[in-house]
């Protein structure tokens, strides 16, 4: 039911945007200063001011903040379970998606250590027909390359949402779901093993 | 009837399977066409054995120094060295550049190389970038991938090389292909220089330059990941084949996202 009247969203989202989309094609470099570029850019503002005053627990509890409001978390879970979704009982997805949201959390927390001056610019916003926008953006840094990040952005019934990030050309989801699939094969084809190992990191 | 379509199928697919096998050795095949399929990989098991092992050696030896050099050796000695290693590889994508067929692209390469090697002291510095011209880095890998006809994320089976790490069919035998036609190589091999003199300083300073420039990400892969060998697989083939991708789309960016619409990720 909740996964049909997904689809119809989407189906509606994909009809709305063709429209733009026929736009886009026209004009190949759209301004970046549309409601996906603005999510973006909002959530980014967000994360480095969060980097720049917070540290361990309470950084951790302002990234889970953001993901959670600018993220279509059960979106992404699902899409990074595949074809193990259907598999699993309501239940099960619940804790599943519990677990990965902590595990990325404390993924996003440590991964920025001090604020070294990053700054995230966004270039050009891509909408697809269907319903996704891609946002391209490049975080700058003080010392180094700048790095290519894309954004996937849709909308979820919610307002816009992020879907997935790619970068340098590395999807997020798309990794996930590489070594969820690969855990899973190895145990036994079943979804509770992953789910456990996911619960049992993120306690530890 | 349900019985025999299954037979035939699986006949059918069994002799795909070889045909891919044959093709692969070629260096890109059309297995499966969608990169929200996994990577292929046959020699999984295998695979697994030289990861466990090169997973081993760079604890122990690789990985330690690469933390020392990256924390104690100065930013501009690191950039140098990088500098260094960069320089001796443009004669190389020069090459590969003629060979995908931009050879106006493989002039600016071999410009590059004057000027570096000169007035950027033997490519310590990388003068070339600041009077424009800007750098590219190109593999025999990129040269078959911009050529085969299949999505770039399908480099043929997938593996893993003792102490190089990830490659596939494709990559490795543009190793294989770039190693034969380095000019560098040529001539020392030629002159017969040294073992110590050249090819191993070369070879050891590759590893520590490519190992420090990895610490971060593969650190983070590692650490967030289940199944560090399956995501390492993934991020690879998609990191190879976004590269070959651009190089293919350079007019059309849009392409991938194209690509993108079809994948299952999309209900």
């Not at chain 1, 094969?185 to 190992?197: A, D, F, Y």
């Not at chain 2, 066409?33 to 690789?62: H, K, M, Y």
């Not at chain 2, 892969?221 to 991020?235: F, G, H, I, K, T």
Request: hydrophobic share 45%; charged share 20%; net charge positive.
């Amino acid at each position: 039911m909740q996964l049909a009247s997904r689809r119809a969203l989407l189906c509606l989202a994909a009809a709305a945007l063709a429209a733009p989309a026929a736009a886009a094609l026209a004009a190949p470099a759209q301004a970046a200063d549309g409601p996906a570029a603005q999510l973006i850019e909002r959530a980014a503002a967000e994360v480095i001011e969060l980097v720049k005053n917070t540290t361990g627990a309470q950084r951790e509890a302002g990234i889970r903040a953001v993901l959670t409001n600018y993220f279509d978390l059960p979106f992404m879970a699902q899409a990074a379970l595949a074809t193990h979704w259907n598999a699993t009982t309501p239940e099960q997805r619940e804790r599943f998606l519990k677990a990965v949201v902590s595990a990325e959390a404390r993924a996003y927390a440590q991964r920025f250590g001090q604020y070294g001056g990053q700054t995230v610019v966004v270039s050009r916003v891509s909408t697809r027909p269907n319903g996704a926008s891609v946002v391209d953006s490049k975080l700058n840094q003080s010392n180094g390359q700048p790095i290519a990040i894309q954004w996937e952005v849709r909308d979820s019934g919610r307002g816009l949402r992020i879907t997935d990030v790619k970068i340098e050309g590395v999807s997020m989801v798309m990794t996930r779901r590489s070594d969820f699939n690969s855990f899973i094969q190895n145990n036994g084809g079943k979804v509770e093993p992953l789910i456990s190992e996911l619960e049992a990191r993120s306690t530890r | 009837m349900v019985e025999a379509v299954r037979k035939v199928t699986a006949g059918a697919r069994q002799s795909a399977m070889a045909l891919v096998a044959a093709a692969a050795l070629l260096g890109g095949c059309a297995v499966r066409d969608t990169g929200a399929s996994e990577p292929w990989d046959p020699l999984e098991g295998a695979n697994r054995f030289i990861f466990s092992i090169n997973r081993a050696v760079d604890t122990i030896a690789i990985r330690p120094v690469a933390v020392l050099y990256r924390d104690w050796m100065p930013a501009p000695a690191q950039r140098g060295l990088h500098n260094l290693l960069e320089n001796l590889g443009e004669p190389v994508t020069a090459i590969n550049e003629v060979a995908q067929g931009d050879p106006s692209r493989a002039a600016t390469t071999i410009a590059r190389f004057l000027v570096n090697s000169t007035l950027g002291l033997a490519g310590l510095f990388d003068v070339a970038s600041a009077i424009g011209l800007s750098k590219t880095k190109e593999s025999a890998g990129n040269t078959v991938g911009y050529y085969a006809g299949v999505e770039p994320e399908n480099g043929g089976f997938y593996m893993v090389l003792p102490l190089a790490g990830p490659s596939n069919a494709r990559d490795a035998a543009g190793l294989m292909a770039d190693y034969a036609v380095d000019p560098f190589r040529i001539l020392t091999y030629a002159l017969n220089v040294d073992w110590l003199l050249y090819s191993g300083p070369r070879w050891g300073a590759t590893v520590l330059d490519t190992r420090t420039r990895t610490l971060y990400a593969l650190d983070d892969l590692e650490r967030n990941s289940v199944d560090y060998y399956a995501a390492l697989r993934s991020a690879y083939t998609q990191q190879r084949a976004e590269i070959i991708r651009q190089k293919r789309e350079k007019t059309n960016p849009r392409a991938e996202l194209e690509r993108r619409d079809n994948l299952a990720l999309i209900r």
